[in-house]
């Protein structure tokens, strides 16, 4: 409990991700953000909130059915909580669809880029939409007529629907109700009107547009009172019986084949429907008032990201930026040896998206090109279906190399193309592992063994996000390419742990979840209390996604009592209160939300002078402590550890035009200007930008 009060010490987790998504929303509606962009934030947050009633609201409805009475540590029962939430939620949801119709679309028509509206089509539109539905779409679409003989159907997580009420008598004589129809996902969301028909350079028509305009053809002879879109949002979480299965892969292609089919969780309907058809649906679906959500624009937001995608309106998007390849490998070309040598020369910092990602790429190159590598490991969490560095394991493996890769199969919503890529990988000969069930293999880690004067010598590279090019132009993530036999050995322990059998073996540098990740940052986290009591310097920073976990909160209190000045660049959730009285008023909590997702997690401890900095795969939370596999290196180089602070640390805490601050009760309120504009993202892409050579 919070000093003075009967509060609890920790916020709500889902109410703190509501908040981020507020931030997000904030950035779309920045009147200096480009338009285009704007739009791109709102459907952000609409995906997000997707995965937020598929997983996070999903868990609450559980645990409101199996446990309705435990009052959890940020003081709610799981109804409570439900009911703050829902109010939050329906909130933002509002905001989300007043800036979208009465801000967003009308800017971008005044741009010429429109969602032209039934209503507004001329007669050379009109005739272009009939004769498209007519040909492309009608063909596909199979209404219901809810009758005995033909129930409810049965329907996809988030798939786009619509109720049609009826009227009159079909040609069996049967009394026309309700009917169901089902857009078929092979029918596309939006379509480019042509310039010619339409008359303005990026004319597009949502099929919600089409299927209204044109859905008495479905049903001739018939009155047709209403066409309204709807969608249902389910449970998406996977259960697999962890001591039950032998083989994780087919038990999870089994568990997959049902995600879309789980409890439902939310209803979204067109805002024009009438109430009976609202509560007709909720009833079919187990649903009340409070889970649903009336829509002004699609029912889904996000497949709005198609037209940022096709429109070529530099002017309306960010201006173009593409991190160059830092020195040394910006010279190097494509001799390994020569990257081989760069690497022992000295460890190599990458800073992701200011830097390319391409020295990855070419260090894997490398690996499976050069004739005195014989082995490759790596750990993959998310990659992407179309992956060059799969694509390069692969290649290697053919080549004859011992390829060793860990994959997660259990990566939320990347299963199916984890198991593809497994399934392609043992094809070629590659030794594929799931890692350890029970435990998501979360560490980012891949490591060369090559042959140089008879012995073998290793090369790691560990980041702070995943193997991914595409969101390594979007997310802010850290990686090390390292030739410390040090931190190599310990990379070669782990994978010795997640590929066989055996007892824990002690690392010499590295920390790794679920085994001394925790201990460890109590450990500094205490440390630094101890020298703020005996009155010598202590500081401790840190940088997460998340911030959850109550153990280490409880620390981070105890050391602000103690007197630790404590910053916290924390993105997303975060279940501490900072600048309480009594409790943390040393402590500072800030937000980042811009052009770039911060994703890297960085940790720093004033320690003496020694000052220790980490960089790891894992937040602080209570799943990357204790159920999964994460680790945490040192950077060791001081040339490289100053980098660190200052791109981190230093410029995030000045930043003024992209930075929140977090406030006692979990609320947020924009840093203000106060002198020269500092935004973290222009800045490293102007100090880290200034090279040559670009990929």
């Known amino acids: 409990m919070l000093p003075n009060s009967s509060d609890p010490a920790l916020l709500n987790r889902e109410l703190s991700l509501l908040k981020f998504n507020e931030r997000v929303l904030a950035m779309a509606e920045r009147d200096d953000v480009p338009l285009l962009e704007r739009l791109r934030y709102l459907c952000i947050v609409s995906s997000n909130l997707d995965e937020f009633f598929e997983i996070r609201i999903a868990s609450l409805k559980e645990q409101q059915f199996q446990n309705p009475d435990q009052v959890a540590a940020d003081g709610y029962t799981p109804a409570a909580a ?50 498209l539905f007519m040909r492309d779409v009608m063909p596909l679409l199979t209404p219901i007529g809810l009758d005995p003989a033909h129930p409810f159907p049965r329907v996809y997580n988030k798939s786009l629907n619509f109720i049609v009420p009826l009227a009159g008598t079909d040609a069996f004589g049967r009394r026309a109700s309700i009917a169901i129809l089902q857009a078929p996902r092979a029918l596309p969301r939006i379509v480019r009107v042509p310039v010619e028909v339409c008359g303005i350079p990026h004319g597009f028509v949502l099929l919600t547009t089409l299927i209204r305009a044109f859905i008495g053809d479905l049903f001739p002879g018939l009155e047709v009172k209403g066409c309204y879109q709807w969608r249902v949002t389910r449970n998406s979480d996977l259960f697999v019986d962890e001591e039950e299965i032998t083989n994780l892969r ?24 009438p109430e009976d058809l609202e ?70 910092l990458l800073h992701h998206p200011y830097q390319s990602f391409q020295p990855v ?21 998310r990659t992407g279906e179309d992956s060059e560095l799969m694509r390069l394991l692969v290649s290697a493996a053919k080549a004859g190399k011992e390829v060793t890769v860990v994959v997660e199969l259990m990566a939320r919503f990347d299963e199916q193309t984890n198991i593809n890529w497994a399934a392609k990988l043992e094809e070629v000969g590659a030794h594929v592992s799931y890692g350890v069930v029970g435990h998501k293999t979360h560490a980012k880690m891949a490591l060369v063994l090559r042959r140089e004067g008879g012995r073998i010598k290793r090369y790691g ?35 010795s742990l997640l590929t066989g059998l055996g007892a824990r073996r ?59 000045k404590i910053d916290l660049v924390v993105r997303g959730a975060c279940a501490l209160r900072a600048g309480v009285p009594g409790l943390s008023e040393n402590i500072r909590v800030r937000s980042i939300v811009g052009r770039f997702l911060e994703h890297s997690r960085v940790f720093y401890f004033y320690a003496n002078g020694m000052e220790h900095v980490y960089l790891s795969s894992a937040d602080w939370m209570d799943r990357n402590f204790f159920r999964r596999v994460e680790i945490a290196f040192p950077i060791l180089d001081r040339r490289l550890k100053r980098r660190v602070i200052r791109e981190s640390f230093t410029i995030a805490l000045r930043d003024n035009q992209l930075a929140w601050r977090a406030q006692p009760n979990g609320t947020y309120i924009r840093v203000r200007s106060r002198g020269k504009p500092v935004n973290i993202h222009n800045v490293l892409m102007e100090e880290l930008g200034a090279r040559t050579r670009t990929v």
């Open 506 to 564: 002690p690392l010499r540098l590295l920390l790794q979840s679920p085994f001394t990740l925790h201990e460890t940052m109590v450990a500094l986290v205490r440390a630094e209390a101890q020298a703020a009591r005996e009155g010598r310097r202590a500081r401790i920073m840190a940088k997460m996604n998340s911030l959850l976990e109550p153990i280490i909160i409880d620390e981070l209190y105890k050391a602000s009592q103690a007197g630790v």
């Open 461 to 495: 590279h560990m980041g702070t996000g995943n193997y991914h090019p595409r969101t390594a132009k979007l997310y802010t993530d850290f990686g090390l390419i390292t030739a410390d036999q040090r931190l190599c050995e310990d990379m070669d322990k782990v994978f």
């Open 279 to 348: 509560v007709f649906l909720q009833n079919e679906f187990g649903l009340t008032p409070q889970d649903t959500y009336r829509v002004r624009g699609p029912v889904n937001l996000s497949r709005l990201m198609q037209m940022c995608n096709a429109v070529e309106r530099p002017d309306l998007s960010f201006p173009p930026y593409r991190g160059p390849v830092p020195a040394p490998f910006d010279e190097i070309g494509d001799s390994p040896e020569d990257l081989f040598a760069a690497i022992s020369r000295q460890d190599q």
């Open 250 to 273: 087919h038990a999870l292609q089994g568990e997959l084949s049902q995600r879309n089919f789980g409890a439902a969780v939310r209803l979204e309907i067109d805002d024009s429907a």
């Open 82 to 131: 439900f009911e703050r939430i829902h109010v939050a939620t329906h909130e933002l949801v509002h905001r989300q669809n007043e800036l979208l119709t009465e801000t967003i679309l009308p800017a971008l028509q005044q741009e010429g880029i429109d969602l032209i509206p039934s209503r507004d089509w001329n007669e050379a539109t009109r005739h272009w939409a009939h004769a």
């Open 361 to 381: 790429l070419d260090f894997l190159t490398a690996a499976a090109t050069d004739p005195n590598v014989v082995a490759i490991k790596q750990t993959i969490y």
